[in-house]
């Protein structure tokens, strides 16, 4: 699903540049990032934290909305970190 986010942002430019600037990532820092599972946590998040971009992926996706927090919660339990 974290790879969906990430087309899904790539695919928006304006999403993609929310996103850049809410993590402090710059553009040339995706790719690297992209290879720490945490990084997928943070875009789950992204989506979470913002119902209408969230809807927008899911309907992208043709996924409900709930998978997108349950993946993040199965992220969370992964790797040890809080999961919203």
């Known amino acids: ?18 996103f850049l600037d809410l993590s402090g990532l710059q553009p040339q820092e995706l790719r690297a990032a992209a290879a720490d599972p945490a990084f997928f946590a943070g875009l789950l998040d992204f989506l979470l934290g913002h119902e209408p971009t969230l809807l ?29």
Do not use: S, Y
Request: charged share 20%.
């Open 1 to 18: 699903m974290g790879v969906k986010a990430l087309q899904f942002l790539a695919g928006d430019p304006v999403q993609l540049h929310r």
């Open 56 to 84: 927008a992926f899911a309907a992208e996706a043709d996924i409900a909305p709930e998978d997108v927090a349950a993946a993040r919660q199965t992220l969370g339990a992964a790797f040890g970190a809080d999961a919203r």
